[in-house]
């Protein structure tokens, strides 16, 4: 190539060379004999012819590289499946798979199990657990929040032993249905809570801060909270004003929720007659709520064995009222501890309590 373009900007010194000299000095077209000619005309056409030449000369190499790249292109996405058939998401989305029915995945792309039961079988390849970083035996069941990365030359088949829901990113070819992408614009695919925020959000228990944001680090507060319950309960019809001071309105979001959560004896409000829904929720009067929530649902709600929670260093700061909720959230699964703590007495961020709710959903209902 740089030959070639030494020949034709060889090529472009002779003819500029040819044009400059092809009038008579002293001719009214000299190029000597007019500077306005030298810049408007003379060198211009040098210009043009230079880059004429050079194009001619180059097209052709250039047309044959891109049809070199595009080639390697299309071959790359023909071994990944991009042309035989599978469908791509460059973003997170649900994947909802009645039980019986498969998906079949190729390299590059990630799979998380979201709820109910499935098992991925390797065809050939390697499907390397990301949560463990070891490789996964083939076949094997998922676990739930686990994240699976199909490696080089993989290709593997994912089958629902039960109504499942999973998350997939990249190439996938599959009979079930994509529920919705992750919408929102501060919640990553790597975040520790994506599985749990996109399993509230789909199932409408959770709603964004924005049409775009989780806003996931937020604090919860009581209102907010009782919401999520209320939801999750199914919306039960409420009748019967509220009895709190400061939940009058009919147009807050949390005034039905409100209503039904006291009538249930979910929640209380405080000494002073009011439920004070903008306070921020703590670890521990959370549990409370979730724990008398199970009770009036008719889920088990014995405590069990103390053996787990007792070995958490903080937890005589648990208060007495809340010990036995603690305990059984513990032993469900439902808080596993931050820092090797329990911190009954922090406040509770969204993603936090998007993650109780989904632990709630897989080992309590």
Same mark, same amino acid.
Request: charged share 10%; proline share 4%.
């Given at each position: $190539? ?39 005309? =003379? ?6 012819s230079s ?18 790249? +595009? ?7 023909? +071994? ?11 973003? @997170? ?8 029915? &498969?998906a079949s995945?190729?390299?590059?792309? $990630? ?68 529920? +919705? ?16 925020? &996109? ?6 228990? =959770? ?16 209102? $907010? ?23 009058? &309105? ?7 929720a409100v ?6 004896? @979910? ?17 521990? +009067? $959370? ?8 009770? &009036? ?37 439902? @808080? ?30």
């Amino acid at each position: $190539m740089k030959r070639l373009a030494a020949a034709a900007l060889v090529l472009c010194a002779l003819f500029c060379f040819s044009t400059a000299t092809a009038a008579g000095p002293g001719s009214s077209t000299d190029p000597l004999a007019s500077l306005s000619y030298l810049n408007s005309t =003379f060198a211009p056409d040098v210009n043009n012819s230079s880059k004429t030449l050079i194009s001619n000369s180059l097209a052709p190499l250039y047309d044959n590289a891109a049809q070199n790249a +595009q080639s390697i292109y299309n071959a790359a996405l023909s +071994q990944l499946g991009g042309y035989s058939g599978y469908a791509f998401t460059d973003k @997170i989305v649900s994947l909802r798979l009645p039980s019986g029915t &498969s998906a079949s995945f190729v390299t590059g792309t $990630m799979v998380s199990l979201v709820s109910g039961k499935a098992t991925l079988t390797v065809t050939k390849g390697t499907i390397i657990d990301v949560s463990t970083g070891t490789e996964l035996k083939s076949p094997a069941a998922l676990t739930s929040n686990g994240r699976y990365l199909c490696a080089e030359d993989t290709t593997a088949t994912l089958l629902a032993t039960a109504d499942t829901v999973c998350q997939i990113d990249g190439y996938y070819q599959t009979t079930g249905t994509i529920v +919705q992408p992750v919408l929102y614009s501060d919640v990553r695919s790597t975040d520790w809570f994506v599985t749990a925020v &996109s399993y509230v959000s789909d199932n409408g228990f =959770f709603s964004g801060t924005t049409a775009t944001t989780f806003s996931p680090q937020t604090s919860m507060t009581r209102g $907010m909270f009782v919401t999520v319950l209320y939801r999750l309960a199914g919306k039960p019809a409420v009748s019967g004003a509220s009895s709190f001071s400061d939940v009058a &309105s009919t147009a807050a979001y949390y005034y039905q929720a409100v209503i039904w959560a006291s009538s249930q004896s @979910i929640v209380a409000g405080y000494s002073d007659g009011k439920f004070h829904p903008d306070d921020i929720i703590t670890r521990e +009067q $959370m549990a409370a709520v979730m724990y008398r929530y199970a009770a &009036s649902s008719g889920y088990d709600t014995a405590p069990g064995s103390n053996t787990l929670y007792q070995s958490f260093p903080d937890v005589k700061s648990v208060s007495a009222y809340a010990a036995d909720a603690m305990t059984w959230s513990v032993n469900n699964g439902l @808080i596993s501890g931050s820092g090797g703590k329990l911190l009954p007495k922090n406040t509770a961020s969204r993603a936090q309590v998007a993650q109780i709710v989904y632990n709630f959903c897989q080992n309590i209902l």
